[in-house]
């Protein structure tokens, strides 16, 4: 399954989940919302911070979900490269292999986006 199709697949479980409980995304976004203000660190910052995470954590819906919206803000191939330079070297090897997936999601996406 595609980077793409990945996405569209776990945001149609995501609006069932939040159908079926209208709170968890009313609290989740809540919590969104606080995390994205302030603006000593642009956006672009933050969603280099949040792949990072996801890549650590392991979690292949958000790594989808975080390198589109680092392409959103502006991010680059490059800046992707060094955050993940760092991420590999903070955490090893299995965070190597989720570093691989990210900048495979990144290659799929731009090359979609650049077909557009």
């Not at 945001?11 to 994205?36: C, D, M, Q, V, Y």
């Not at 919206?69 to 992707?80: F, I, N, P, S, V």
């Not at 060094?82 to 090893?92: D, R, V």
Request: charged share 25%; with cysteine; aromatic share 6%.
């Amino acid at each position: 399954m595609s980077w793409a199709e990945k996405n569209d697949s776990m945001r149609t479980a995501l609006r069932a989940l939040n159908k079926a409980n209208p709170n968890i995304p009313e609290g989740f976004g809540a919590l969104s919302k606080a995390a994205l203000a302030g603006d000593v660190l642009d956006h672009k910052t933050k969603e280099l911070l949040a792949l990072a995470m996801a890549i650590s954590v392991r979690c292949d819906p958000c790594v989808g979900f975080h390198v589109e919206a680092l392409m959103k803000y502006g991010g680059t191939r490059e800046e992707l490269l060094e955050m993940l330079a760092m991420n590999i070297q903070m955490g090893g090897g299995p965070v190597l292999m989720y570093a691989a997936k990210a900048l495979e999601c990144w290659d799929e996406l731009a090359a979609l986006k650049e077909g557009a």
